[in-house]
């Protein structure tokens, strides 16, 4: 193998092209326009440009549209007839120069993918012992190829790293040979699963243009070409690095770089960086320039207020506002770019597009084929939930079964039986019905036993996606329309070219489909052309983009620089011997980056984020601190500081945008007048409206239900539900009567009827958190069994379980009295042989609970409000009152909680001790709660139950929607103190609730 040049051997031509915005007070050229100057100074013969045999490697695509165009517009400015040169990206280079062969004799990207995963898995096992722990494991060894795409996109990845610096796997294999620990045979086994994908492409008569540009290399000298020019490339893969050491004498190599003569020392021969020479160069950056903001969300909106204060400034200095043409908004972390999409449709006219285009995976047709493939693969509740949700499937399935109901029956099943998994013996239709729908949506494609090629599976997949998308009107001048048949032909021209390839062995529908929504998932949909948008663009585009204004968002370690994911196959001490570009080499790139960013842009603003969306800590890129200490110490102390609070928005000239403004909060639905008065209320809902009566509103009066997917664990209601249940098949065996004394035996009692509420045969297909709650549910029956058995011993016998209640609550003079109902847990009553002593009560009304920490009764019934208190929940004292009407000879009754809480030494029981006076105003405040409740006040959104997500975001509390990271004991806290109470048992509830909805109660 030719040795690479040197790169301290100047056989290369470089020119400084610097990269500073102004000279001696002179606006400079964008960086772009001064290398083209200079290649149209090179070319010009007369009135020509001739640069027909030249190659150009620029650092990106756009670049090099952007070239082309910068190059086109200075010839016509020098009336210079062009010949344009051919321009390309480095890792095309080798392309570039032999020529590679017409795509049809390419394998596309679904074809390799196939190729790859048959290859690995018909390795010897000696392959796949010597790649060890690498590789990962099949699921199956009986499976076919094309179910380990792990596999084959692991190994073609590891090829590929080595490929990309002109290396055979067996090549790297000798190198590594005297390298302790390096491991050389796995390289050779690298080299034979290679062997065999190269021998699978000659059978398929197809060419891989990522092994080509090797093989090319290694095969024949390149023809000669006039010039080769490398503008601004920072990075030269070593397939690159090889192919211009072969070029003859006579091809010359030009390196144009945007930097000072007097910075050579940073450069190598061929004007790419020096990892070792950018160790420790200072980065000069404006202070007032770095910006610190909270989470994603927050950069996305400091980036517009910049935006707006830059235009600002640029108005009062040039006399008009930038245009979009003039500023650049930096996104090197894609997390931001649906950030910034959001924030600029909550900012009226402010406009951004992503240059890049959206991801092509995002499009209808590529998330309903994502879902039907994983649908097919596992046949699980959750992917049948997940696809007939996506809205091109609903509609078909709804053109099947009629405009209907079937979609809540749906969910009411899955959340019925969740998480448990097992089919519903009871309720088959719902489900029945939707699946014969699903099967004739989906056609061929449903067959689980059909295997065929992919290019046979061609005319099914064109069929469901006709179903789904022919049928409706397109108008390609829509984003939605353009982006449906841009992602339809994505898919068929891949299935099409697959089809090319011969020897693709046959495959089922769901393996097919996940392979080909793999292979199509880096294509890019446009956005729509938009000459008032500001343009996003990824960070290695900023320096060539001639806008003298750009912000950049993400400025976040792990981000600048990037931090390349864990490769075992290639550690450090390997990429070395085998002269692999090292974490040094991204770390000298993005540093050379900001530095000429720094100088060629009138405006740079950096935005460094504190802190993810679940609130874990960021800190800033290491390249804003390459600086002296003292000005490193001073802004690590600004940038470790608390964000400062959302900045006040601007709005901007008409030139760029306008109306910045936003609503901090969206405008919540006014409640509608009440036609028919409620006139029956659940004892529990009294606490919802105390919380928010704007939440009561819309759970009680307007009756929304609330959904969701079909859950992998017991909610906290189901697991309070759960535990009820269990106690009150207990209760319900031994009432009227005394229970046992013995905790064991009654602790025996409680698991067999846990095991009955959670058999083993449904555990067996539930998560394993169900089997984790299971045992904590089994260690809170021990600790309701010694409080059982320590009752019983007292004398405490059960009367009641479950009771129902019901009764009226007078309102007042002339006002019809608010029919109450609920259900009591527990009535105990006291052995009459017994003496409680004066006036003490010989009858108790418990309430079970399962919050995880016990609280006293007052505590969980009542706010502390100052110096007194205000009640929060009136479930147990409506309990007395509708167990023992209001009268002066009515006996006295004990009132209290029993927490089965997490703390096993915690005494499960909480007595209230209310007299009288605090009774009496726990009727006072549910009579008004009653009379407000009939009169229709609904508008106070108060403090809604962090619960309920959905409710919480229709009242705008948006601020206590739970971040993933925040634990529900930490958000129960926060609702404990706004006094929201807690409702623990949901389920419990609401099965109260059952059969009391009638007209009336609520309209």
């Avoid at 796997?169 to 034979?192: C, H, I, K, S, T």
């Avoid at 202070?287 to 707006?308: F, K, W």
């Amino acid at each position: 193998m030719p040795d690479d040049p040197d790169p301290r051997d100047d056989t290369a031509r470089r020119v400084w092209l610097g990269a500073d915005h102004t000279v001696m007070g002179l606006r400079q050229p964008p960086l772009l326009a001064r290398a083209a100057d200079w290649m149209l100074a090179e070319a010009r013969a007369g009135r020509d440009a001739d640069m027909g045999g030249w190659v150009v490697a620029v650092p990106s695509g756009r670049a090099a549209r952007q070239l082309l165009a910068v190059l086109a517009d200075r010839a016509a400015e020098r009336a210079l007839a062009l010949w344009p040169p051919r321009i390309h990206t480095p890792g095309e280079l080798p392309a570039a120069l032999w020529r590679a062969p017409a795509q049809d004799a390419t394998a596309g990207e679904l074809a390799r993918s196939l190729l790859w995963s048959a290859c690995v898995r018909s390795a010897e096992p000696a392959v796949r012992l010597a790649l060890g722990g690498d590789a990962p494991e099949p699921r199956d060894e009986r499976a076919p190829a094309h179910d380990a795409p792990a596999w084959g996109a692991w190994a073609r990845g590891a090829v590929g790293d080595l490929l990309s610096a002109g290396l055979w796997p067996d090549q790297a294999a000798e190198m590594l040979a005297d390298l302790d620990g390096a491991r050389p045979e796995r390289f050779v086994a690298l080299g034979r699963l290679l062997a065999g994908y190269r021998a699978a492409l000659r059978q398929a008569g197809l060419l891989d243009p990522d092994i080509w540009p090797l093989e090319a290399v290694t095969s024949a000298a390149p023809p000669a070409c006039e010039r080769v020019v490398l503008v601004g490339v920072l990075e030269i893969p070593g397939i690159a690095r090889r192919a211009l050491s072969l070029l003859p004498e006579r091809s010359r190599v030009c390196s144009l770089v945007f930097d000072d003569a007097d910075s050579a020392h940073l450069y190598d021969a061929l004007g790419a960086v020096d990892p070792a020479a950018w160790l420790d160069q200072p980065v000069s950056l404006d202070e007032a320039s770095i910006v610190r903001a909270g989470d994603h969300a927050d950069q996305a909106q400091a980036a517009l207020t910049e935006l707006a204060l830059i235009a600002e400034r640029w108005t009062h200095q040039h006399g008009q506002p930038p245009t979009p043409d003039d500023v650049l908004l930096g996104v090197p972390d894609p997390r931001l770019v649906p950030h910034l999409r959001r924030r600029q449709d909550l900012h009226g006219d402010a406009r951004v597009r992503d240059a890049s285009g959206a991801p092509i995976d995002r499009t209808a047709p590529l998330t309903l084929l994502a879902h039907v493939g994983e649908h097919l693969r596992t046949r699980s509740w959750d992917s049948l939930a997940a696809l007939v949700r996506h809205p091109d499937m609903h509609a078909l399935i709804d053109a099947w079964l009629g405009r209907g109901r079937w979609l809540d029956d749906l969910d009411r099943l899955g959340v019925d039986s969740a998480p448990l998994l097992v089919p519903p013996a009871d309720a088959p239709a719902a489900l029945a019905r939707v699946r014969d729908a699903l099967d004739a949506a989906l056609g061929e494609l449903a067959d689980p036993a059909l295997r065929r090629s992919p290019g046979q599976w061609r005319p099914a997949v064109a069929s469901l996606l006709a179903r789904c998308f022919g049928g409706r009107p397109l108008d390609m001048r829509a984003h939605d329309s353009a982006a449906t048949v841009r992602a339809c032909r994505a898919v068929d021209e891949a299935l099409a070219r697959a089809a090319e390839a011969r020897g693709l062995e046959p495959m089922a529908a769901g393996a097919l489909l996940g392979a080909l929504c793999a292979a199509v998932r880096d294509q890019r949909v446009p956005d729509d052309p938009d000459a008032r948008a500001v343009e996003m663009l990824g960070w290695l585009e900023l320096v060539t983009d001639p806008a003298p204004v750009a912000i950049v968002t993400g400025c976040n370690a792990g981000v600048l620089p990037s931090s390349p994911s864990p490769e075992p196959f290639l550690p450090g001490p390997v990429r070395r011997a085998l002269a692999l570009p090292e974490a040094t080499a991204r770390v000298a790139r993005d540093a050379c980056v900001l530095r000429t960013l720094a100088r060629s842009k009138a405006v740079l603003c950096l935005i460094c984020g504190s802190r993810t969306a679940q609130g874990d800590p960021l800190l800033p890129s290491p390249l804003l601190f390459r600086a002296p200490d003292h000005t490193c110490a001073a802004r690590a102390l600004r940038l470790s500081q608390d964000a400062p609070p959302g900045a006040t928005r601007r709005t901007l000239g008409p030139g760029l945008t306008a109306g910045l403004a936003v609503r901090q909060r969206p405008v919540t639905p006014a409640p509608m007048a009440v036609d028919v008065p409620v006139t029956h209320m659940h004892v529990s809902w009294f606490g919802e409206y105390i919380a928010s009566p704007y939440q009561f509103y819309l759970r009680r009066v307007l009756r929304l239900p609330q959904l969701g997917p079909r859950a992998r664990e017991l909610s906290a209601g189901a697991f309070g539900s759960l535990v009820h249940g269990v106690i009150a098949a207990f209760s319900a065996r031994h009432a009227p009567g005394t229970p046992p004394t013995d905790p064991r035996a009654i602790h025996a009692e409680l698991l067999d009827d846990l095991d009955r509420a959670l058999p083993a045969a449904a555990r067996r297909h539930a998560s394993p958190a169900v089997e984790l709650q299971r045992a904590v549910a089994q260690r809170r029956l021990l600790a309701f069994a010694h409080w059982q058995a320590r009752r019983a011993s007292a004398g405490w016998a059960i009367a009641h379980c479950e009771h129902a209640l019901a009764g009226p609550l007078d309102l007042g003079p002339g006002l019809e009295p608010m029919s109450l109902h609920g259900k009591a847990d527990r009535i105990d009553t006291l052995d009459p042989a017994l003496d409680p002593g004066p006036g003490r009560p010989r009858v108790a009304i418990l309430d079970f609970k399962t919050d995880d920490s016990p609280v006293s009764a007052d505590e969980r019934a009542r706010s502390r409000l100052g110096q007194g208190s205000a009640w929060k929940d009136l479930q147990l004292p409506l309990y007395r009152h509708l167990f023992v009407p209001d009268r002066p000879d009515a006996p006295p009754v004990q009132l209290g909680y029993v927490n089965l809480s997490a703390d096993p030494d915690a005494d499960p029981e909480a007595m209230a001790d209310w007299g009288p006076e605090d009774l009496d105003a726990a009727l006072e405040e549910a009579r008004r709660v009653a009379l407000s409740v009939r009169r229709g006040r609904f508008g106070d959104i108060g403090r809604p139950h962090a619960r309920h997500p959905p409710v919480m975001a229709m009242c705008g509390h948006f601020d206590r929607l739970r971040p993933a990271g925040v634990s529900a004991d930490d958000q129960t806290g926060a609702d404990e103190q706004a006094g929201a109470g807690t409702d623990d048992h949901a389920g419990h509830d609401a099965g109260h609730d059952a059969g009391h909805d009638a007209p009336g109660s609520a309209p």
